[in-house]
T-cell receptor
């Protein structure tokens, strides 16, 4: 399974853009990059995913490098409610089911 | 979250007893998953099921059992063979290949 590497923690000022990096150098051609976040003691929340192209939705943007070995999640205007653990995951399909392999994630703290 | 119900939220059991965690969904999703999370760690896959009456072991299936008799339900039994059952258990579903997974709010199991 492709593994991901993320910094254990990051800080960002409220109102600024939060850029969370992720390395996935062993990713294969049919594996997607997913981002989830988890607020303490809750279930993870889906943020965004992509294969090759950059993606944007109402929550965030995902920038994937051309060689697909790394990506960056961008929260354009961070708020205090964005404080959470962010997981970058490479999704592997097994018999039609999606296997998400979670690492330890990045603990993002948004400071007032 | 949004159609996935895990119950109960907190569960206490004596060592040596089997316990079953409930996961019900009304999202009409085919795939369902069980994850375990230990303090400060990412999620680890226990079992997953793509369709009714079929399920597969994940990375840490030993000491656990599941059933998938109905599309809506995927109960997890933590047996007495599981050496360290105290953990946060999360159920998830996904509609089809390479779509996002939705997580329940989890059950925190404490074995004393």
């Amino acid at each position: 399974d492709a593994k991901t590497t993320q910094p254990p923690s990051m800080d960002c000022a409220e109102g600024r853009a939060a850029n969370l990096p992720c390395n996935h150098s062993t990713i294969s051609g049919n594996e997607y990059v997913y981002w989830y976040r988890q607020i303490h003691s809750q279930g993870p929340q889906y943020i965004i995913h992509g294969l090759k192209n950059n993606e944007t939705n109402e929550m965030a943007s995902l920038i994937i490098t051309e060689d697909r070995k790394s990506s960056t999640l961008i929260l354009p205007h961070a708020t205090l409610r964005d404080t959470a653990v962010y997981y970058c995951i490479v999704s592997l399909l097994i018999q039609g089911a999606q296997k998400l392999v979670f690492g330890q994630g990045t603990r993002l703290t948004i400071n007032p | 979250d949004g159609g996935i119900t895990q119950s109960p939220k907190y569960l206490f059991r004596k060592e040596g007893q089997n316990v079953t965690l409930s996961c019900e969904q009304n999202l009409n999703h085919d795939a369902m998953y069980w994850y375990r999370q230990d303090p400060g760690q990412g999620l680890r896959l226990i079992y997953y099921s793509q369709i009714v009456n079929d399920f597969q072991k994940g990375d840490i299936a030993e000491g656990y059992s599941v059933s998938r008799e109905k599309k809506e339900s995927f109960p997890l039994t933590v047996t007495s063979a599981q050496k360290n059952p105290t953990a946060f258990y999360l159920c998830a579903t996904s509609f089809q290949m390479n779509t996002e997974a939705f997580f329940g709010q989890g059950t925190r199991l404490t074995v004393v």
